[in-house]
């Protein structure tokens, strides 16, 4: 069974940064492309980076510009750098994989919420 738990995140001013961690243990395939996905209180869930096996990257323009996503597939571990955080950036963040057919069980994602 796999198993995500996402971390790193906090309050933080407007302009600030984070660093998310998404640990995955289990049986998890370092070929599967992950995404970041975040879930803002009453609207649905967004898709906001994505980073194939290989590394190629890809940023919702929303967040392009001011978010990285990178991996380490020896550690198990998605990575989400936030930088000139916002308040519309407020929410909980996830990570998974980018295909509902592929999808592992969702982690309790991290809190991020930005002040103005």
């Known amino acids: 069974q796999v198993q995500l738990v996402e971390s790193g995140g906090g309050l933080v001013q407007a302009g600030g940064s984070l660093r998310l961690a998404c640990a995955a243990s289990g049986r998890i395939f370092s070929s599967n492309a992950m995404g970041w996905y975040r879930r803002a209180a009453g609207r649905q869930r967004e898709l906001v980076a994505t980073?194939?096996?290989?590394?190629?990257?890809n940023y919702a323009d929303s967040v392009k510009g001011r978010f990285i996503v990178s991996r380490d597939n020896a550690k198990k571990t998605v990575y989400l750098q936030m930088n000139s955080l916002k308040p519309e950036d407020t929410a909980v963040y996830y990570c998974?994989?980018?295909?509902?057919?592929?999808?592992?069980?969702w982690g309790q994602g991290t809190q991020v919420t930005v002040s103005s």
């Open positions: 980073i194939t096996s290989g590394g190629t990257t």
């Open positions: 998974n994989t980018l295909n509902v057919a592929t999808y592992y069980p």
